[in-house]
């Protein structure tokens, strides 16, 4: 037996672009709403039997009542049935983000300076969550790996010893998350690219 469906993701609804003007922001909005309606199309046309949306849905937990009524609107009005799977890539990324930082050697420091560069996601999460969550989500993995690597030096492993298997649970998320193109002989080498170029 076999079937089709479109898969897709990271729809973002609810997202705001605080430099647009009021009637850009407008269409931009609608544009999106309109994107979701043009996959239906696409997959009825493709004989598609349903659609699975992974991910990211809205912009965030704390959209308003318009956007999710809109967003119903548009998801009424498709041809096919539609299997939701909420969640938020935040706390992979963070940890996507850790394991970098470790495998490039930046300190802890270094991690604080690099996140502090990014004003806007600060100011957005802070009016959304109260807080810079990415920030300290991508922290306490920073942390935790930390805690892991000393553990192995305390037990008498040698550096390479942990440096593969973060290599090797950082091939597996990439892979996970993007698909191919990040087994563990690629990561090597965007690292040496990274060290060769970085200087």
Known sequence: MSFRFLYTGD?????????????????????????????????????????????????SNLVDRMTVSRAFEALKDLPLSVYLLPGNRAQLRAEIDAYVAHLYGLSRDDLVYILDTFPVLKKNEKKAFGEFISKRKCMEEYDRIGKIIVEHEQSGKERAEYGKAILKELSKRLSHEFGKGFDITNLRKMRQFYLLFSK
Request: hydrophobic fraction near 40%; aromatic fraction near 14%.
């Open 11 to 59: 729809w973002q609804l609810g997202m705001t672009r605080h430099f647009f003007s009021e009637g850009v922001h407008e269409r931009f909005a609608q544009s999106r709403f309109d994107a979701t309606r043009e996959l239906g199309r696409i997959a009825e046309e493709e004989n598609c039997q349903f659609m699975v949306v992974c991910g990211d849905i809205f912009e």
